[in-house]
């Protein structure tokens, strides 16, 4: 899996690709049979995308009308917009991505509460004085934080990774913000609780983006102590979201496989329902040639999902934007050959990809849950 921490180029060209015309507006989704959300309905699956306040035209949003049952904000119910000042909140982003799944019959996953993570935590915040009883403090302007969060968007939001990339892949150990500084794991504990206060009725869950390749068994081993501790301290949560952004070398070998589904495994055993939260493919070890492009991304995407799809706890798969174009990744991990990636089920043109084939072909092949 792929994240790195985005350089001013990196937003700068994300942004140029996102703001680029689709070459022929208008889904051709008609052509291709019954929708996604349709073919994950028949399976007790729940199929959705992320949606950014920036790119929201007719065009796409027609795809995602057409093929999800359920919308996740990709940035805009994040703390850095949410409370980008420290004494106003800006509701109005994540609104508009709410409004949209509303007015269409979707459902709505709420990301994130807590992403605990400096880099992605307003200067303010990083800054905040908690105080002469830091503890109390931080435990004080935690709970205010995620009440009004929830209350604002109250039974709209269905599921909320309550807390997103706490682990540090490095050392598997909880990373260093203000709040595990004031209080330590603790802080997991306190959003989990708040969110089930003042969230009673949503889903629950942890997310993070460990993977099954090469050097990330740190990674893996310390949200497995994580979601251990959660348990053990009876901490209020629900579910395990494996964030997917899979790599085109993905076709899982055999040593990698096993340890993945051993790690997937312990979750389960640990009555964790499983979600797909974030799921693109990563092409950029693929050749510039779009037809073997399309192959190995497809192939590996069928290669993950038949293995995800078989646990019968994972009931929600969402990828990270539709289409090409909205993608992330082609400002974050741009290919060597300055062609754009093609890491979703949808191409720039806005016609569906053989990413999009697989998808379908997974969910056929799916069980029932
Ligand atoms: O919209 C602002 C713009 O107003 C501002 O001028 C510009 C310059 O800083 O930034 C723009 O915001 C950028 C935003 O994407 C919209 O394009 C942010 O800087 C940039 O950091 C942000 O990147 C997002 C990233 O999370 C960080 O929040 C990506 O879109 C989003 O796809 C990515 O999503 C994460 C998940 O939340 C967690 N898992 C990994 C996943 C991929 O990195």
Redesign the pocket.
Known sequence: MF?HI?T?RH?LA??TA?ALPPVTAGAAHADAGPSLKALAAEKGILFGS?L?A?TMEAAYLDILKTECGVIVP??EF?V?VIAAQADRYNFAPGDAIAGFARDNGMKLRG??LL?NKVE?MPKWLLNIDFGRKPALGAERYLRDYIKRVCTHYGDQVFSWDVV??TIDPKTGEIRDTPFTKALGFDCIRIAFEAAREYAPRAQLVY?D?MSWEAGNETHRKGVQKLLEMLRNKNVPIDGFGI?S?IGNDGHIKEAQHSEWRAFVDAAVDMKYRLLIT?FDVNDKDLPTDIAARDAGVAAAAKDYLDLMFSYKELDQFLC??MTDNHS?LQ??TPRADKTPQRPTPYGADYRPKPLREAIAAALRAAPKR
């Open positions: 994240t985005p001013r937003i994300g942004l996102a992320a950014s920036g990709e940035n994040k850095y990301h994130t992403w992605f997103n990339e997310n983006y964030q952004h974030e990270w934007g992330w400002g974050w």
